[in-house]
């Protein structure tokens, strides 16, 4: 089987590195004959042959200060970053994945509610038959599907989606087998995105119209993925804006603007820096404050501060008020890069225009500060969000916690955790767990002990991962006293509960 033709700018997905593990399989002459029979029963043990195992990896490392977290259910996903989600957005250097690795193992199975049958997890070379399945487009396809009786995760259906769409192959068939097969998936806003995406790239709009309105109807959401076809398929900027217009009359129809469609389709342009064409989105929709969040976050991600103050600019001529959330974006930009002075200079700008700084506010300035050893400093904001009455988040004890113990200061860190403990009661387990796990991983597993058992002893409990890193590594040090007082007082307390 050889490759289908691509354009140019197709010839991107091949670099990926899924679709390099998955599409040498199916360019074999021969078809692979996994399931000599395939009306097996789902309990009968399976003899595959030995797959090599496949692990993907996704790369993902954030700051354990915070996490930035994106809710994507049935009726809900954000728009742009609340304020409480922002935290410390612009400090993370990670790459954020979104396929997690996978076993090819025949004992890794999954059990339907209610049913009672087993079925195993889909394994490398069955993705890729499935794959070839889809591609043959064959009248008993659902039924083929379904006599495999395995279970697809989501990274395989975001693999077998990527490679159809890659390939301009519908997917429309396995869509609606996926989520009466897997009634998990219904309202998996990636996973209906792809299939829009795919619709796109099949230049098949009543398609997309029909499962647009069907996701109205259920209040589904999509992410930026729906409409990454209109950037691969479009190689000039008229045909660019004809299919963007051609899109937002189709949203517009079905009414997608109630559940953040549009702010996907600007986040996308967003995302690939083609802010003339945020703007050409606003102009043809409305300009909402939602949008302006996701442009001004990612021109200050791309730290276009000057884009950033023409974007100000333009949002007070449109009569929105600049709240916290928009300073916040600049703020942790510009300490992101270093320029702490005119970070203070937005600070008092924020104060001049009668918009009060939030607790975020000064947690960005904290978590500079506590990074780069200004703990004293950091104590100054600290003291700012007290006087304002202001409760303090998670995350700035956490801050502190770890700027102390970075800096090797273990009794201030030590010493915050307990006066913490009487004035913000309900932080007290997060920081000892915290301070707790720091020494284990610093390999000082008395002390982390200690911090277990006092705050015990109190009737805190410990974070349960904690404790069981905590105990498991007194007892491969040899210190299994210690560990089972550890694990007497834990039952204790669990038992008291």
């Known amino acids: 089987m050889e490759i289908s033709k691509l354009s140019h700018k197709n010839l991107r997905y091949l670099s990926n590195p899924y679709y390099n593990l998955i599409f040498p399989l199916l360019s074999q002459q021969s078809q692979p004959q996994l399931f000599p029979n395939p009306s097996y029963p789902s309990s009968t043990s399976l003899c595959f042959c030995n797959y090599p195992s496949l692990s993907l990896f996704s790369s993902n490392g954030s700051p354990s200060v915070s996490k930035f977290v994106g809710f994507t259910g049935c009726n809900g996903r954000y728009n742009g970053h609340n304020s ?19 076993k090819t193992s025949s004992f890794d199975v999954y059990k339907e509610m209610g049913t009672g049958r087993v079925r195993p997890k889909a394994m490398q070379k069955q993705v890729a038959y ?18 495999l009786s395995v279970k697809l995760s989501i990274a395989s259906v975001t693999l077998v989606f990527h490679v159809l769409n890659s390939e301009k192959v519908s997917a429309l068939r396995f869509f609606r087998w996926i989520r009466h097969w897997q009634p998990e998936l219904r309202c998996n806003s990636d996973i209906c995105s792809l299939v829009i995406d795919n619709c796109g790239r099949l230049d098949d709009y009543d398609a997309m119209r029909s499962l647009l309105n069907e996701f109205n109807e259920n209040q589904l959401c999509l992410t930026k993925k729906a409409f990454e076809f209109l950037h691969v398929m479009n190689v000039t900027n008229e045909s660019l804006v004809e299919s963007t217009q051609r899109v937002i009359v189709l949203l517009l129809e ?26 050409f989105v606003m102009k043809k929709t409305e300009r909402k404050i939602s949008y302006y969040y996701i442009f001004i976050r990612e021109m200050c991600r791309r730290c276009d501060f000057k884009g ?84 303090p988040r998670l995350s700035t004890h956490a801050a502190f916690i770890k700027g102390f113990f970075n800096s090797e200061q273990y009794e201030e860190a030590y010493k915050y955790v307990v006066d913490s403990d009487k004035k913000y009661k309900c932080t007290s387990c997060m920081n000892y767990s915290l301070l707790a796990r720091l020494h284990q991983k610093r390999g000082n597993l008395v002390i982390a002990q200690n911090i277990l058992s006092e705050m015990i002893k109190k009737g805190l409990r410990p974070y349960f991962k904690v404790y069981m890193k905590v105990f498991n590594c007194l007892n491969k040090s040899g210190r299994e006293t210690l560990a089972t007082d550890l694990q007497e007082q834990f039952h204790q307390l669990h038992s008291k509960a």
């Open 254 to 279: 079905v009414r997608g603007s109630c559940y953040g469609w549009v702010s996907s389709l600007i986040e996308m342009f967003s995302v690939l820096g083609s802010f003339d064409m945020v703007e």
């Open 130 to 147: 499935i794959i070839d399945l889809i591609k043959r487009d064959e009248y008993d396809l659902e039924y083929k599907l379904g006599s």
């Open 84 to 102: 409480q989600s922002l935290n410390l957005y612009f400090f993370k250097s990670s790459i954020h994945g979104y396929l997690r690795g996978y």
């Open 308 to 391: 950033v103050r023409d974007i100000q600019d333009e949002m007070r001529k449109e009569g929105f008020e600049l709240n916290a959330r928009i300073y916040n974006y600049l703020i942790s930009c510009l300490l992101k890069n270093g320029e702490y002075a005119d970070a203070c200079k937005v600070l008092t700008e924020m104060q001049d225009k009668d918009c009060p700084p939030d607790a975020l506010t000064f947690e960005i300035f904290i978590y500079y500060c506590c990074n780069n050893g200004k703990t004293e400093i950091a104590c100054h904001y600290f003291d700012e969000i007290v006087a304002r009455g202001l409760e």
